[in-house]
């Protein structure tokens, strides 16, 4: 069994999937340029992800329904712009959709970011700041 700690604010984020294998092949590809890495599955409805522990994680809804999450934005750090475009396009690649293509963002000085949507429709986006 997996143990999630730490002595940030939180301890893990999900994301549900419809088709693990799709979401699986597309977080791995998207996550990749970030340094976030495949860290294997956690029983059948789940793919965890993190650097040096489990901190995301890609499942199947407990509960069977459909999984939602209109309004929730996943963010993820990134080393400088180009690992935000290599996100961006590897998630393209892998059965994302465009949500807004790398470039600077007004809302906050020096931002850069990008956003996708997964193949179930979860929105996650990859920042950096510029000096």
Do not use: W
Not at 2 to 9: E, H, L, N, T
Not at 24 to 35: I, Q
Not at 54 to 65: D, Q, R, S, W
């Amino acid at each position: 069994m997996a143990v999630i700690s730490g002595d940030g604010v939180f301890s893990h984020t999900t994301v549900g999937a419809t088709d693990l294998g799709a979401s699986t092949r597309f977080y791995d590809a998207a996550l990749a340029p970030l340094g976030v890495q495949n860290m294997g599955p956690f029983g059948d409805r789940v793919m965890l992800y993190g650097k040096d522990k489990p901190a995301f994680l890609v499942l199947k809804p407990g509960n069977g329904e459909a999984p939602s999450s209109n309004g929730v934005t996943i963010g993820f750090a990134a080393a400088d712009e180009a690992a935000v475009a290599a996100f961006h396009a590897a998630g393209l690649a892998n059965g994302g959709t465009c949500e807004g293509a790398p470039g600077p963002r007004s809302h906050l000085p020096g931002a850069y970011a990008a956003y996708l949507r997964d193949p179930a429709g979860n929105k996650i986006c990859a920042y950096t700041f510029t000096a």
